[in-house]
């Protein structure tokens, strides 16, 4: 009964994975960060990458669009794909693939421009936008994705900056969304949220995953139960566990996912 169980999930997987990680190790100088990781990530699923601070989580979702390029000091080595495609790959342009993997940081970060040219940027530079109507659907399009178009329709030439913390953040969803990626990666994307920000960030995590394959960080355990499908426990730069978040939370396999979730580590 194990194994039929054990088959039908990888069977279940298996058709759509997004991302394949194998093998991933990281190295910032001769700090090595991260360590043998592999994952295969769902399409169209919230996983939540959770562990105590420094544990490598943020540095491995920098691998995934290859943020970590524009610190000189680390190198990663391994193989990642997305969508079988090496994103490593000598002819893989990061700014382009950095179009298909949007990022989304802890603390909101609005260019300094209005509200409308945040959301027209990445659209205008990859020349999604044949004209200015093209460019005003994109912008209603995301705007309204990221929950914002109708706080935001009456003054899309104010500056981003002058919204609210959440209205900034769910302003840096649209941007990240705007250029149709398929993969949207959040690293504490509520931190420096209050709890009603926060919630309404959350049920946009939700609902993006209609369309994207969401993966978080998380300090919050509670935020990564509430919004993630599959959970990713990290600890001391090694992938401890990784599965169902329901799993993870109730029954984990490992004692140290079970000591970090019960509060003895962290």
């Not at 421009?113 to 940027?121: G, L, T």
């Not at 090694?238 to 939370?249: G, P, R």
Request: charged residues 25%; aromatic residues 6%; negative net charge.
């Amino acid at each position: 009964m194990e194994d039929m169980i054990h088959v039908d999930r990888a069977m279940s997987t298996n058709q759509d994975i997004k991302i394949s990680a194998k093998g991933v190790q990281v190295y910032y100088a001769d700090n090595h960060a991260i360590k043998d990781v592999d994952v295969e990530i769902d399409d169209k699923t919230v996983t939540a990458f959770i562990g105590p601070s420094g544990c490598g989580k943020s540095t491995f979702l920098r691998c995934l669009n290859r943020m970590n390029d524009t610190i000189d000091i680390c190198r990663v080595e391994g193989d990642i794909r997305i969508d079988g495609e090496d994103i490593y790959d000598p002819k893989v342009d990061p700014v382009q693939l950095r179009a298909k993997v949007g990022m989304v940081f802890q603390k909101p970060n609005p260019f300094p421009k209005s509200i409308y040219d945040n959301v027209a940027y990445g659209p205008k530079i990859h020349g999604l936008a044949r004209n200015k109507a093209d460019l005003d659907e994109i912008v209603e399009k995301s705007l309204r994705k990221a929950a914002l178009w109708n706080e935001a329709k009456d003054r899309l030439q104010a500056p981003g900056t002058g919204l609210s913390g959440g209205q900034q953040q769910r302003l840096c969803i649209a941007r990240a969304i705007a250029t149709a990626p398929e993969v949207l990666l959040m690293d504490e994307p509520c931190s420096a949220l209050d709890p009603i920000a926060t919630a309404q960030v959350e049920e946009l995590i939700d609902e993006l995953r209609q369309t994207f394959s969401v993966v978080i960080v998380t300090h919050s355990m509670q935020q990564a139960a509430r919004v993630s499908q599959k959970t990713a426990f990290f600890h001391l730069g090694n992938l401890v566990e990784y599965d169902d978040t329901d799993k993870i939370f109730t029954n984990p396999h490992d004692p140290r996912t079970e000591s970090y979730i019960s509060g003895r580590i962290g």
